[in-house]
């Protein structure tokens, strides 16, 4: 069953004369986690620019869990509620929102497509569609993640990377390119349900010197169970998500989730106030986080060098 998130959070008080002005209008969230730690961050965002819940906006939340059912469950209710705008996160999350419509504007954070190359926009400057958002179509984040694991493995030769194919294959495809280039060899392991998860770290043969588990919301939900299977392993293992690393996981590289959050609450905001997706340029990610968690690499014997840690934007000791 969809959960639905209540809305709770303390907001100020609506000016008597803006609340007359402005009609309340509906935004719907198609999200993975009931706790994200996004939302207030979305929130803010859009009640910086005059879009306070409860006041002018409601915020109808339904949360998936990165289940494919869940996720076209939740989307075809956002259509028949006619939300004035959806904001939906992940790659799967888009694809079935705008096969489910052109009319209803649509926002999106999304890691792992190229949303041109997959015909959801005209160009990034000018959409020119009902799609707009936040994307990170960046493969050069492939060379980092294998540049940092080779700075922590010895010799590493041999790298397993563990991808759901859902999202698509666009850093699938720069990890094979880069680890080409670097000569590393790389053992792909599909995973395509969260049950699956367990059977790919007892499936790598040969064994690898590390791990790389590529972006998806179904690996986001379960970063916890990976980073405690890589633990078991005794397997440093990288990921594009702050929290992977939080969670246990030897180390992480990619874009601040919560910043990329906040720049969505402005694109709908704006689109709340007339503007048309088509005519809102695209935005990629600025701000980007290295994370390492020492103890990990401790238990995991690994040594992290002093120019690694240097570089580090935390680290987890």
Known sequence: MLALAAVLLTTPEWPAESSAQVKPQRVGIVSNLESDPTFAVFERALADHGWVKGKSITLEYRITGGDAAQIAQATAEMVRLNVAVMYSTGAPALREAYSATRAIPIVALDLTTDPVAAGYADSYNRPGRNVTGVFLDAPEFAAKWLEFLKTIVPGLARVAVVWDPAPGAIHLRAVQGAARSLG?????VEVRKPEEIDKAFSAFRPRPQAVIVLPSPMMYVNKKRIAELAMRQ???????????????????????????????????????????????????????????????????????PNSVLLRADEVIR
């Open 234 to 304: 005794r397997l440093p293992t990288t990921s594009i998500f702050r929290d992977f690393a939080e969670a246990g996981g030897a180390v992480s590289y990619g874009p601040d989730l919560a910043a990329m959050a906040e720049r969505c609450g402005v694109l709908v905001a704006r689109i709340l106030s007339g503007t048309q997706p088509g005519d809102l340029p695209i935005e990629r990610p600025t701000k980007f986080e290295f994370i390492v968690n020492l103890k990990t690499m401790k238990a995991l014997g690994l040594s992290v």
């Open 184 to 188: 590393v060899e790389v053992q792909v």
